[in-house]
């Protein structure tokens, strides 16, 4: 290993609680960052931390009851290392023992005293998070060095995801960094509700209104645009490969009902909707709308529905039948062609247009997912059956902003996305959930969630959701709190080996051009990486972050 710059050396701690160091005299305390990486020496192995806290400290109490005045410089630099210093707080991540062969494990021990603590080198960050080839993307770079800290797209999209942060601090930016790696390395095939239009054509920054490329202009044909306000897209002269209309035949009752709070719907409109289906079939609300108020009448009096409570849930029906892209009658092509491009592999933006309120964009997320679940679901049985890889689905990601409307705990147990979030890693369909209130996401959607690319977050409740399920993160949810308000995030779960803390790459024509360029691999600048131990089974790996 090259000389790495020492800080400092381990004084106490715990497995536990982690570790508290002494400063040594000679490194500057304001050099220190919270989220940095660093790297204990222990006897046997190296023990890569993150660092957590810095303090000052003084071996008596008196000095700081008497402290030195400006007049007395000399006095300050006098006590300065001897009686006053600084300590810091790390966490040990990932250990690596003397043989290096054994790969990188989970915690297990922590280094003795006086384990000297030094700043991470180049080589280090190569040795846990690897260059950007077979699947690795880069992500960002460290805070303080120009190397990239890359992530893992296979183990990525094993699971479901999530991108939070507070708005405006880059959580569509960063999503749209992973659908490119995901994209160009073709990972996976991708279905993005895009409910402002901003990653199909282009999209554009907050302040300077600068356009910035979607990603049907970085990879052309592997990504179609379908649309629900073809006016729209004319408009913003964005190209699209299809309409899309949804038939009020397809409209199920738990699709209203889980528009319960959209649409204004008293508690009786459930029981209301259950006899219209039973009696009037698959197109009840046609039949529903179609009827006046004596058909409506007789109705309620031959099925025993409560007669308000049908004209209340006709009214709120209107809303739904009203909406431009909804039709009386649709053959449903349009729907089919954009579930056939994701079947071939290909990613495939739905735009929403001008229905970007609550209704349109639950109703035709909550349709459209229900038919590629019961789609994945039926061709994964049947490739169980045929064991026949041509039978088996491409894996899927589905990218949600604004998740918590469809997972919040009042509904995440009977939407879609809700089974999705808790058991489709095994259908090979996961979600990619982006909020901004991930407290407003439901415990055990959240607990499943593999990675999560956190940007700055103020509300602790929304700190405390995004570890939810995360051991001994006290001291992370303190670098996630110090996090600067832009194109800066913290990266943790199954696809990074440690919790990360990455300047978010920019989003510029250097990024297209990486983009535009079919090798991934960037020149070797670091020592090769270490795998997470082979001998190591997932479940260990799994262990770093239950
Ligand atoms: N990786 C990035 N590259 C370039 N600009 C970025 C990046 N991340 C964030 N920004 C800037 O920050 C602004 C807010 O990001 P955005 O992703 O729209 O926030 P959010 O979706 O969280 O509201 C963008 O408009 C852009 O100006
Ligand atoms: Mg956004």
């Given at each position: 290993m090259?000389?790495s710059t ?6 106490s ?6 570790l ?19 790297v204990?020496?222990g006897r ?21 009851a ?22 810091f ?14 790969g990188?494990r989970p915690?297990k ?8 603590i ?5 080589d ?10 077979d ?10 060095m120009d ?23 880059g ?59 073809a ?6 002269k964005?190209?699209?490969d299809?309409e899309?209309?949804?038939?009020l ?7 209203i ?15 209301s ?30 099925s025993?529905?409560n007669?308000?409570s049908?004209?209340?849930?006709r ?10 892209f ?18 071939i592999?290909?990613t ?10 609550d ?23 049947k490739?169980e ?20 409307k ?6 995440a147990?009977?939407?879609t996305f ?27 959607v959240?607990s ?11 509300d602790?409740?929304d ?8 051991s001994?993160s ?13 194109q800066?995030?913290m ?5 990074v ?28 600048r670091?020592a ?16 770093l972050?239950?």
């Amino acid at each position: 290993m090259p000389e790495s710059t020492r800080i400092g050396l381990v004084t106490s701690g715990s497995l536990l609680e982690g570790l508290t160091a002494r400063l040594d005299d000679d490194y500057d305390l304001e050099r220190l960052r919270v989220g940095q990486f660093v790297v204990v020496q222990g006897r046997q192995n190296r023990f890569f931390s993150l660092l957590t806290d810095v303090q000052l400290a003084a071996t008596s109490p008196s000095i700081l009851a008497d402290p030195p005045g400006d007049a007395n410089p000399l006095l300050a630099e006098i006590l300065a290392g001897r009686s006053t210093y600084g300590t810091f707080k790390i966490t040990p991540q990932l250990m690596l023992p003397e043989d290096v062969s054994l790969g990188l494990r989970p915690v297990k021990t922590i280094p003795a005293h006086f384990a000297p603590i030094y700043e991470a080198s180049e080589d280090d960050f190569g040795l846990v998070f690897g260059e950007e080839k077979d699947g690795k993307f880069q992500m960002g770079q460290p805070l303080d060095m120009d190397i990239p800290v890359c992530l893992d797209l296979h183990r990525f999209v094993e699971r479901s995801n999530g991108v939070f942060g507070k708005s405006g601090t880059g959580k569509s930016f960063l999503t749209r960094l992973l659908l490119c790696g995901v994209i160009k390395n073709k990972i996976a095939s991708n279905l993005i509700f895009d409910m402002h239009s901003e990653y199909g054509w282009s999209g554009t920054t907050e302040n300077t209104n600068i356009e910035v490329k979607g990603l049907r202009q970085l990879f052309g044909a592997q990504v179609m645009i379908f649309t629900l306000d073809a006016d729209s897209s004319r408009q913003r002269k964005a190209p699209y490969d299809g309409e899309i209309t949804i038939s009020l035949d397809e409209i199920q009752v738990e699709d209203i009902l889980l528009l319960q709070e959209v649409l204004n719907l008293n508690a009786t409109a459930a029981e209301s909707a259950y006899i219209c289906v039973e009696k009037l079939g698959k197109s009840w609300i046609s039949k529903i709308l179609a009827m006046d108020t004596e058909a409506l009448k007789d109705f309620s009096d031959q099925s025993g529905a409560n007669m308000a409570s049908i004209s209340a849930l006709r009214r709120k029906l209107i809303a739904v039948e009203r909406l431009g892209f909804v039709s009386k009658n649709s053959n449903l092509s349009s729907i089919s062609t954009l579930i056939d491009s994701l079947l071939i592999g290909k990613t495939v933006v739905l735009e929403f247009g001008k229905y970007h309120g609550d209704l349109a964009y639950m109703l035709v997320a909550n349709i459209l997912t229900r038919r590629i679940h019961n789609l994945w679901l039926e061709k994964m049985n049947k490739f169980e059956g045929s064991k026949n890889p041509a039978d088996k689905p491409p894996h899927l990601m589905i990218t949600i902003e604004e998740a918590h409307k469809f997972l919040n705990p009042a509904i995440a147990r009977q939407t879609t996305f809700g089974t999705i979030a808790r058991e489709l890693r095994k259908y090979s369909v996961t979600l990619l959930v982006v909020d901004q209130r991930p407290s407003s996401i439901d415990n055990e959607v959240m607990s499943q969630l593999g990675s999560r690319i956190t940007a700055l977050l103020n509300d602790d409740k929304d700190i405390d959701a995004v570890f939810t399920g995360v051991s001994g993160s006290k001291g992370l949810k303190a670098v996630l709190a110090s996090l600067d308000s832009r194109q800066q995030a913290m990266i943790l779960g199954h696809a990074v080996p440690m919790p990360v803390v990455i300047r978010t790459r920019p989003y510029d024509s250097e990024f297209y051009k990486a983009m535009l360029h079919s090798s991934t691999s960037s020149p070797q600048r670091h020592a090769a990486p270490v795998p997470v131990s082979a001998t190591q089974t997932q479940d260990d790996v799994d262990d770093l972050f239950a």
